[in-house]
């Protein structure tokens, strides 16, 4: 070969050459989904556990995985935590990228096996929603989803109807998961609807308590993931 036309090849090369070795091209990611649970004063222990368990075995549910499983060129990507007052968000699950059966047995294991620790019992959605956003601003996929995961209204810390429309929101939508109807004072389905679900295809899933979380979070991830959301504009 010419010494002209090596220089070509090998400039046209450099940009996949790496550490003495071609460079991974990173698999596209199709949707970034951070998770938020609630685990304020108002969830007690036997609620906490039917929370994370929940989660556990909707991302195990047959149809939830052939979803999460669907196109292997463009996978998911899943992060979990747990939220109560502003002071306390805990990481209980990393960023994984779902590429087959055995990484959703890890997140469902590491779910179970989670022991609930003391934290400030109010309930801070917006700083909930602060936390996600930073989670989510980071990842390169085609869409970034933040569920919010709640029992009752927000009664500390930043109001959720203003967080959700600072500038780090842009291009992220948030969903919600209400557990029960609220109370007297509060239709829990209406305060998120108005108050602290935004962006395209938003929506709210209801679970009528805390035994039925699995199968409402197992309804909200086939929504999310079969891209067939409808846009909630009231």
């Not at 805990?90 to 959703?104: E, F, G, K, P, S």
């Not at 919010?148 to 842009?170: C, E, H, K, M, W």
Request: with cysteine; net charge negative.
């Amino acid at each position: 070969m010419r010494p002209r036309r090596l220089g070509l090849l090998l400039a046209l090369l450099a940009p996949l050459w790496a550490d003495g070795g071609f460079a991974q091209v990173e698999t596209p990611c199709r949707q970034a989904l951070a998770l938020g649970l609630d685990v304020s004063g108002s969830v007690d222990e036997g609620e906490y556990r039917l929370q994370l368990d929940g989660l556990a075995a909707a991302l195990e549910q047959g149809e939830v995985l052939r979803a999460l499983l669907s196109q292997p060129d463009r996978p998911i990507q899943i992060a979990v935590y747990e939220w109560s007052g502003p002071s306390h968000q805990r990481l209980l699950q990393d960023w994984a990228t779902i590429t087959d059966r055995t990484v959703v047995a890890s997140i469902a294991n590491r779910l179970r096996s989670t022991a609930r620790i003391k934290a400030d019992p109010s309930t801070g959605i917006g700083a909930a929603m602060i936390y996600g956003q930073r989670l989510l601003s980071g990842r390169k996929c085609e869409t970034r989803t933040l569920d919010i995961s709640g029992d009752g209204p927000a009664n500390t810390g930043p109001r959720p109807q203003d967080v959700r429309y600072l500038s780090g929101f842009d291009g992220i939508t948030v969903n919600g998961l209400v557990i029960g109807a609220g109370d007297a004072d509060t239709d829990l389905v209406a305060y998120y609807k108005e108050l602290v679900i935004h962006g395209f295809g938003r929506f709210v899933e209801q679970a009528a308590d805390f035994r039925d979380y699995e199968d409402a979070m197992a309804r909200k991830l086939l929504r999310e993931l079969s891209g067939i959301v409808v846009s909630d504009l009231h």
